[in-house]
């Protein structure tokens, strides 16, 4: 299965012509764990240059999140599932809120390594209907992205996912067959997210 997936900053505008040129009338869904924080968005910067030699831009929590907002309401048909820190997700569902495109917004708590807590939010767009994402509410790391996957895997076929990351995310939808369309910053980091999957 080809998957289509861009490496360097999300910024970068190659990023969002990636998604129109492989699909131009838009993708299902997106399922994405961007990093939040400033302190952890310097922290990526500073591993970026580190292992890549490449000094890319640092982005403030509020820009990424302006940019993850764009690219989901501007490629995103139905529904958007964002991993995202409990302490901040209030900023990133006030900008949901706000786009014309945006149908519903729900927030679940769930559990992460360790006990630690983050969220899931969930988007609904355009004139996807409203489904009840309860369920999500407390699952523990992939488990959250599995039972999506299995409410959309005869339905749907396509999934943006801007933070790669090394792929645990991507092996998942893979093993369901879904075309991951996505970008990661990080080289080293992003051929061990295609490792799992060769």
């Known amino acids: 299965m080809k998957h289509f997936i861009t490496q360097g900053n999300i910024t970068n505008k190659r990023v969002e012509e990636n998604i129109k040129k492989n699909f131009p009338n ?5 399922y994405t764990d961007p990093p939040w924080g400033n302190g952890n968005l310097k922290y990526w910067k500073t591993i970026n240059k580190k292992a890549t030699n490449f000094n890319s831009d640092l982005i403030t929590q509020n820009e990424l999140e302006i940019k993850i907002v764009n690219l989901i309401t501007e490629n995103v048909i139905n529904y958007a599932f ?84 090394i792929g645990y995310y991507l092996k998942v939808l893979h093993k369901y067959n879904f075309v991951v369309v996505g970008n990661e910053l990080n080289n080293a980091r992003l051929n061990k997210a295609i490792s799992k999957i060769e």
Request: glycine share 4%.
């Open 26 to 30: 838009g993708i299902d869904f997106c």
């Open 82 to 165: 964002i991993i995202y820190g409990v302490s901040v997700a209030n900023s990133l569902i006030k900008k949901f809120k706000n786009n014309p495109k945006v149908k519903d917004v729900q927030y679940y708590e769930k559990k992460y390594a360790n006990n630690f807590k983050n969220c899931t939010i969930c988007v609904t767009l355009n004139e996807a209907p409203i489904i009840d994402f309860s369920f999500l509410k407390d699952t523990k790391g992939l488990q959250s992205l599995k039972l999506i996957c299995e409410k959309f895997k005869d339905k749907y076929k396509s999934v943006l996912e801007l933070f790669i990351g």
